[in-house]
Structure formats: C-alpha cells, structure tokens
C-alpha cells in the first residue's frame, strides 16, 4: 500500500518552453503532497507543500511563478516548470501524506533535463 | 534553524564488519528523527524513526539528545545494505522533512 507514482520519468525539453510533472497517489487519498529537488549527489531539497485545496507553501527561494504547483485532488498532484532553463535541469521528486501521522510516502523521481 | 548533518559522503566496509552511519542535528525542541533509505534505482523509502524505536533490517538507531544525534547501527553488515541513506528531521507540529546530505554506503563483500 502507499504508492505514489510520478508522471513523466524522464523528460528532455527545449529552453523557453513549460514542462508538467504529474504526482499521483494511486492507493490513498493525499491531503498533503511535497515537491523536492534533487541536484546530482546532493540531498532533497523541498520545494514545496501542496495540502488539497489549498495554494502551496513554497520554501524560502523557490520561485512561485516559475515553479506551478496545483494539487486539485486528493489524488493528484502537479509541478509546472515554467519557462524552463538549463540550470532548471534536476531530478524532481514528489512525496505524499495522509492523515495524521504525516509518513511521507515517495515517488520515483522525474529527470528533467532542458537543452 | 533546523539543520541535519551527515558528515561522512562515503562509507564503506567490510561485510560482517559494524556499520555506523553518524548524523547530527540541529534544533531548538524536540524532533522526530528518522532514517531513510534509497537502493540502487529505488526510489526513498523509510527505515526508521525515533520514536518506533524498533530493529529493521538489522539497524537501530538511538536519539541522543545531549549529543544531538541519531546515528545509525549495523552490527553485522551485509551485502545488501549498500544504499543510499539519508537522515531526516521533522520539527514539532511541522509536516515538512529536513534532509542530511546522505551518506552512501557501501559493502565489500
């Protein structure tokens, strides 16, 4: 029990373009998903929380506007890189949580590389 | 601040030999701690917290809180170990996770 699934895994895009990575909780209802990032061989880095229903909390430095975080349902999850440019090249990683205990359930990361 | 330390990027050892992956933290009440796990091409997944204190795959891990730290033990490593392991914290209240810089063990068989 308790997968999330994240949609792409790999995506490769131009500069200048938008690209939306879809986070999905495909046996539980989410109240709260988070949106990492991951540089190569560093740790995560939160971006941000998404509570359903709500706007998301970005971290202190993350972009609001390039960064579109929409977390319409208790299932679903998205992170729209806005205007995307190479140093926004990462490994982006969703987690999920629900009820009280706030376990955070991860999915397996989406590369993004913009050319 | 909440801060985690993981000092060692790298840490390798023998199998059957103890593992001992050490993390610090920083913070101003009382965290909840945990431990995280990612193998190759896997995707992170829980080991441990504090507060279960409980024995999975063989690791424990002990809050310390004079020390401020939540290291991780082995007695008798195993191949399988090999991982990725990550340190977390979460403060009072909060649903947000802090993450150490991870450590990446490896075990010579």
């Known amino acids: 029990g308790a997968v999330v699934s994240q949609h792409p895994s790999r995506v490769i895009c131009k500069s200048g373009t938008s690209v939306k990575i879809e986070c999905r909780s495909l046996?539980?209802?989410?109240?709260?998903m988070f949106w990492y990032r991951q540089f190569p061989k560093q740790s995560l880095m939160l971006m941000a929380t998404?509570?359903?229903?709500?706007?998301?909390?970005?971290e202190q430095g993350v972009e609001k506007d390039k960064f579109l975080i929409n977390h319409a349902s208790l299932t679903l999850s998205t992170l729209t890189v806005t205007s995307a440019h190479p140093e926004d090249s990462s490994f982006y990683i969703c987690?999920?949580?629900?009820?009280?205990?706030?376990?955070?359930?991860f999915g397996p990361g989406t590369r993004l590389t913009v050319t | 601040a909440q801060r985690v330390t993981q000092p060692e990027k790298l840490l390798s050892v023998f199998k059957g030999a103890p593992v001992e992956l050490k993390c610090n933290y920083s913070?101003?009440?009382?965290?909840?701690l945990f431990w995280y796990v990612q193998y190759s091409r896997q995707r992170l997944q829980l080991l441990l917290r504090h507060i279960s204190r409980e024995s999975i795959k063989g690791f424990t891990a002990d809050l310390n809180k004079g020390e401020t730290s939540f290291h991780l033990k082995k007695p008798f490593a195993q191949e399988e170990d090999s991982a990725m392991y990550y340190c977390?914290?979460?403060?009072?209240?909060?649903?947000?996770?802090?993450f150490g810089q991870g450590t990446r063990l490896t075990i010579n068989p």
């Open positions: 046996d539980f209802q989410a109240t709260t």
């Open positions: 987690s999920a949580s629900f009820g009280g205990t706030y376990e955070q359930y």
């Open positions: 998404s509570n359903e229903g709500s706007k998301a909390t970005y």
């Open positions: 913070y101003s009440g009382s965290p909840e």
């Open positions: 977390a914290l979460r403060g009072q209240g909060a649903q947000k996770l802090v």
